[in-house]
Nanobody, 110 residues
Framework: EVKLVESGGGSVQPGGSLRLSCAAS????????MHWVRQPPGKGFELVSS????????SYRDSVKGRFTISRDNDKNMVYLQMTSLSPEDTAIYYC???WGQGTQVTVSS
């Protein structure tokens, strides 16, 4: 059973920092790219950052570049997100995920 357990969230003042952690189990973590996504209040999910299996490649959404750092420890099956210079726009529920798709737009309209 794939299990991902996030921790490290909390309340912080603008300009503050937090370090999120994600403990993974139930799959071969060391060969799996990992991602952090977030869901701001009343909004959809957005990809925050990704890291490849060995940690040699990372990517970030533009709004967090230079402020957030993703990392992983394959010996401990952990992935981290160091967040600095936090702003109110970073308010969201943060999730670590194993799979992330681009999604497809659905519009319901008469």
């Amino acid at each position: 059973e794939v299990k991902l357990v996030e921790s490290g969230g909390g309340s912080v003042q603008p300009g503050g920092s937090l370090r999120l952690s994600c403990a993974a189990s139930g799959f071969t973590f060391s060969v799996s790219p990992m991602h952090w996504v977030r869901q701001p209040p009343g909004k959809g999910f957005e990809l925050v950052s990704s890291i490849n299996a060995d940690g040699g490649w990372t990517s970030y959404r533009d709004s967090v570049k230079g402020r957030f750092t993703i990392s992983r420890d394959n010996d401990k099956n952990m992935v981290y997100l160091q967040m600095t210079s936090l702003s109110p726009e970073d308010t969201a529920i943060y999730y670590c995920v194993k799979y992330w798709g681009q999604g497809t737009q659905v519009t319901v309209s008469s």
